[in-house]
């Protein structure tokens, strides 16, 4: 890489790799009630026909949680979906929430697995769920596990994650979908003032804007303490988890006071919000001064009229105009959904906190890096490339930083580069995150090392190990990264287990897996998930150099 592509490189790194990381009524009761057809099921709205899958589980697909957020619903909290007379088809996913293709390869391929990264989406009656339950169910009712998928709060669906090998272990998975991007999380003032934020017991104005995809979010949740149990679900039991933002998104709601009581357990893959070098939320005041920008950009700076013009924007172009500015969209604290900052709600007390599986994957980083240097970047890094690279991400400590990671200390300077970012933004934040929750909560945590895991991209000079997103594969079938060898085939069996049975019990632990020890930040042990070679490391920190990146963290 030559140096004038350095400065590029940084500016696409933090908006691509930042995007790859945020009143109800009361209905009837749903129903199992379907006749004897155990494929037709009674929703509180309507009654959904699902159909059988592969493994003989049963799979509901494209099922509304809420109404279509579109007109003058766009930029509100989610109402209720309207009811419905007949049977709807359950048999095939919605489409996603408005996203731009993440198709970036040099051959037009998308950059992440999964169909919503290949087409996009403008269409905004986005807001449907997919339901997965498992074999031969005997009628007990069973731990649920709600999926949040990642891609930044911009990219991703629900539907891109199959959940039959969960559900075959004895879970009922729901993935959802939310709105993404400038339609998920803009604020503005304008919003704000016009804002009355809604749940399904109380209605408050907040004179706050933004953080709609975490208000869909808990709509969701809500959708499915009322419909689980008609599908075999035990709505006292309910985890929710998700990957990158997906588990930013899910550490906030441990954070939110309006989830309270809509799950029981948490799992945070790659993603954290809490702790020194997780992605913090906005401040309000922020959110609307990249609101404000946004909104300019797109032909709406009238303070008379900015709400209806902004309604009035097509959807392509809401999803094609942000300016590099606005480009991280990312959740805020000011809506009643999130009124303080995780950090502040922990220091007081005041949190959702349940029983957490969270953890990282050895190389998340190499992701990012093979993405932004080797395939955008024009080529891999030198030596003064990297140093360049670390003195404008890092100007206040670059020498520390590079005392730390000297290039010379790696198999090439991509690897050096990549080391730095896995250890600062995900391996040490998750560790934190645990070492914090743990004061209150039984915490397992882990981290994924397969260093052969199926790659979603080419890198022709990064070595992919153990990187961003590479456990999915392992716990959600995917076909085009399928698991390759015996041992990554075990692994998987292992893992789906562990998440199974945490999900059920709070406790991953059971017959025929290698024990997995509860985390306390005295003994500091973290389970490593690797092939053939899965048992709880001591060496977590040192690996990483959390004494570095947060010394005051590391006993």
């Known amino acids: 890489m030559r140096f004038r592509d350095v400065r590029r490189t940084v500016a696409r790194a933090a908006t691509v790799g930042a995007v790859l990381l945020l009143s109800f009524s009361a209905p009837r009761a749903a129903s199992p009630d379907s006749g004897g057809d155990a494929l037709v099921v009674r929703t509180a709205h309507g009654t959904v026909r699902g159909k059988t899958g592969p493994d003989g589980g049963r799979v ?3 099922i509304p949680f809420a109404a279509a957020p579109t007109g003058e619903l766009r930029w509100r909290p989610p109402r209720p979906s309207a009811s419905w007379s007949g049977v709807r088809d359950a048999t095939a996913p919605a489409g996603p929430c408005p996203q731009l293709p993440m198709t970036l390869l040099p051959d037009g391929g998308p950059v992440l697995p999964g169909d919503s990264n290949r087409t996009g989406s403008t269409s905004e009656d986005c807001l449907y769920l997919n339901v997965w339950t498992p074999p031969g169910a005997d009628g007990r009712k069973l731990p649920v596990l709600v999926w949040l998928h990642g891609g930044g709060n911009v990219y991703g669906a629900g539907s891109d994650y199959n959940g039959a090998a969960l559900a075959a272990r004895g879970v009922v998975v729901v993935t959802v979908n939310y709105r993404l991007g400038a ?54 039991r309910v985890t929710l988890g998700g990957q990158s933002a997906g588990s930013v998104d ?37 959110a609307e001064r990249r609101g404000q920008s946004f909104a300019a950009s797109v032909g709406c700076s009238d303070p008379s009229n900015v709400a209806a013009c902004l309604r009035a924007v097509p959807t392509g172009e809401l999803i094609r105009g942000a300016p590099a500015a606005a480009s991280l969209w990312t959740p805020n604290t000011g809506p009643a959904v999130l009124p303080v900052p995780p950090r502040r709600a922990w220091a007081e007390g005041r949190v959702n906190a349940v029983p957490t599986l969270s953890g990282s994957t050895h190389d998340e980083y190499r992701y990012f890096t093979a993405l932004n240097v080797d395939l955008l970047g024009g080529g891999p890094l030198t030596p003064q490339t990297y140093a360049a690279l670390i003195k404008l991400q890092h100007p206040a400590r670059a020498a520390a930083v590079l005392g730390t990671y000297p290039a010379s200390a790696y198999a090439s300077p991509n690897l050096a580069y990549s080391a730095v970012g896995t250890d600062q933004r995900f391996a040490c934040p998750a560790r934190a995150d645990g070492r914090l929750y743990s004061g209150r909560v039984p915490v397992y945590a882990y981290e994924f090392n397969d260093p052969q ?20 594969a392992y716990l959600f079938p995917m076909k085009a990264l399928p ?48 092939p053939d070679r899965t048992a709880p490391t001591n060496g977590f920190a040192a690996d990483h150099r959390c004494a570095f990146w947060q010394p005051a963290d590391t006993s």
Not at 510 to 529: E, K
């Open 483 to 530: 698991l390759t060898t015996p041992a990554q085939r075990r692994l998987s069996a292992t893992m789906t287990g562990y998440w199974a049975r945490f999900a059920a019990t709070g406790n991953p632990n059971g017959p025929g897996t290698p024990v997995w020890p509860r985390y306390s930040a005295d003994r500091d042990r973290i389970q490593v998930l690797a």
């Open 453 to 472: 895991a199926p790659a979603f991209i080419p890198a022709p000079y990064t070595p992919q190990g153990a990187f961003h997103a590479a456990e999915l």
């Open 250 to 286: 899910t550490c906030l709601h441990i954070a939110s006071p309006t989830a309270q009581g809509l799950f029981h357990r948490a799992v945070q893959q790659s993603g954290s919000c809490v702790s020194e070098g997780a992605l913090d939320p906005l401040t309000l005041a922020e």
């Open 183 to 236: 339609l998920g999380f803009l604020a503005h003032p304008a919003l704000s003032t016009e804002s009355t934020e809604s749940t399904e017991s109380t209605e408050s104005t907040d004179h706050a804007s933004g953080d709609y995809g975490l208000m869909d979010q808990q709509a969701a949740l809500r959708w499915v303490r009322r419909n689980v149990g008609a599908f075999g679900g035990d709505r006292t």
């Open 60 to 62: 509901f697909q494209g």
